[in-house]
């Protein structure tokens, strides 16, 4: 086991060591120049590209249309809330329907979105 004295020599030293160290100087780039250096390599792998970022976001819009459908039910549970109290005599029945479906729009939505990633990368 080290004496106190020898753990801070040590940490001492090591500090030293560390910010002793010879730093390198950055030379940064006008990227005007570097997107004329690069341009000639990204245009042929962006034209390859293309159609399977043009598959992914069409499949991403699809996902995001599923997810945004179970929004719009979870709002089915304050109208079944609604239907089933103030409006009892007559619409108690499609109240409760519409509590059920609006309760259970949270969880579909949130698988939905676990499932926006494989759905855009074409997985399922």
């Not at 390859?48 to 089915?76: D, H, Q, R, S, T």
């Amino acid at each position: 086991m080290l004496k106190y004295s020898t753990k801070i020599l040590l940490t001492v030293l090591l500090a030293c060591m560390a910010f002793s160290a010879p730093v390198q100087k950055c030379k940064a780039m006008e990227p005007v120049s570097m997107a004329m250096m690069l341009a000639p390599i990204a245009i042929p792998l962006i034209k390859a590209a293309l159609p399977y970022v043009i598959k992914g976001a069409v499949n991403m819009g699809g996902a995001f249309f599923e997810v945004g459908i179970e929004m719009f039910n979870m709002l089915l549970f304050p109208v079944g809330l609604l239907e089933s109290t103030l409006f009892a005599p007559w619409f108690f029945r499609n109240g409760i329907l519409h509590m059920g479906e609006g309760a259970m729009a949270m969880p579909k939505m949130f698988i939905q979105m676990l499932l926006v990633l494989p759905k855009t990368i074409g997985v399922m």
